[in-house]
């Protein structure tokens, strides 16, 4: 055995500089005993997410009790995320689908061909297994989101939870609906506490846990699958692949598009935080925290 390793040998490769080695061997030969020492062509596996946070168990443990908390009073749970921006045009989408021509699409990915670039926010209902996404065309903003999570709530859950007194937001930690930007926690006051008088409660999923938030298996895996091989050619073709989501659990999902515009940059200043009504949990109230409306204060 030498130091030499063979990372990437074809077996015709590997059947020639083992026949110059002196051990003559055809290349089905030698796939057939890499094959019978359990080796075989593939690919990295994504698994590592760097060093756990100290707190990563508690938190996973405390977000089921709310879940279970919640989901034992019948009131709404919601899981929401901004899932891959994709772009509008004749642009190649991964995976595959039934067709009896393969669909021709452009060589390049360049923003300047589309017609713009989509920005789908998503939202699962945990108890109804129902999802709605709201296609913005903007910045991925805590405007973008709050507005997205209100405009479900206004046209969805007043309806499905009639009388709840509050619902409990799961989320990630980074990105538009973070635990750190000032601007999602001013948002949800004003646009989903204050508007509908509801008990905000927010609980994020560790940093690097993103993956275990229900909207991206619920919600993000049955729409790439419905959509894959599909090309996004216009807003009518994505909303109409959204809206025709469906799996064996009985998914159903609703999306509408959002032309608004959500600046980046806007700050929110101590004062404006200070005269929120926000709360931290005992447990972790760096990711745990109710926001509560105003109404209740007066």
């Known amino acids: 055995m030498s130091a030499t390793r063979y990372v990437r040998r074809s077996l015709r490769q590997l ?27 593939r690919v990295n596996r994504k698994r590592f997410t760097g060093p756990a946070h100290p707190c990563r168990d508690e938190q996973f443990r405390y977000i089921l009790d709310m879940i279970e908390a919640f989901r034992a009073e ?7 995320d901004t899932k891959k921006k994709e772009l509008i045009g004749a642009f190649k989408n991964a995976g595959s689908c039934w067709c009896q021509q393969a669909e021709e699409v ?7 061909d589309a017609a713009c670039r989509a920005v789908p926010y998503g ?14 065309t903007s910045a991925d903003t805590p405007a973008f989101a709050v507005s997205a999570i209100a405009r479900y709530w ?12 509050g ?12 635990c750190r930007p000032r601007l999602w926690k001013r948002a949800l006051q004003v646009e989903l506490a204050d508007r509908y008088g509801l008990v905000v409660a927010v609980c994020h999923y560790p940093t690097g846990a993103s993956k275990w938030n229900p909207v991206e298996h619920r919600l993000f895996g049955p729409i790439s699958t419905n959509w894959a091989g599909v090309p996004l050619r216009s807003p009518e073709v994505l909303l109409g692949c959204l809206r025709g989501t469906r799996t064996r659990t009985g998914l159903r999902v609703s999306a509408e598009w959002d032309a608004e515009s959500y600046p980046r940059g806007i700050k929110v200043t101590d004062a404006e935080m200070q005269a929120l009504h ?3 949990h005992e447990t972790c109230p760096q990711w745990n925290y109710t926001i509560e409306p105003s109404c209740l204060w007066n």
């Open 106 to 112: 452009n060589a390049h990915d360049f923003l300047t």
């Open 278 to 280: 926000l709360f931290p």
């Open 74 to 80: 019948g009131w709404p749970i919601l899981s929401v």
């Open 123 to 136: 939202i699962y209902d945990v108890l109804a297994n129902c999802g709605h996404v709201v296609v913005g």
């Open 154 to 165: 206004g046209r969805r859950g007043v309806h499905r939870y009639p009388g709840a007194p």
């Open 15 to 41: 059947s020639e500089e083992l026949g110059r080695a002196g051990h003559p061997l055809c290349p089905s030969g030698v796939g057939e005993v890499l094959r019978a020492q359990d080796f075989a062509l």
């Open 167 to 178: 619902v409990l937001l799961l989320a990630d930690a980074g990105g538009s609906n973070g």
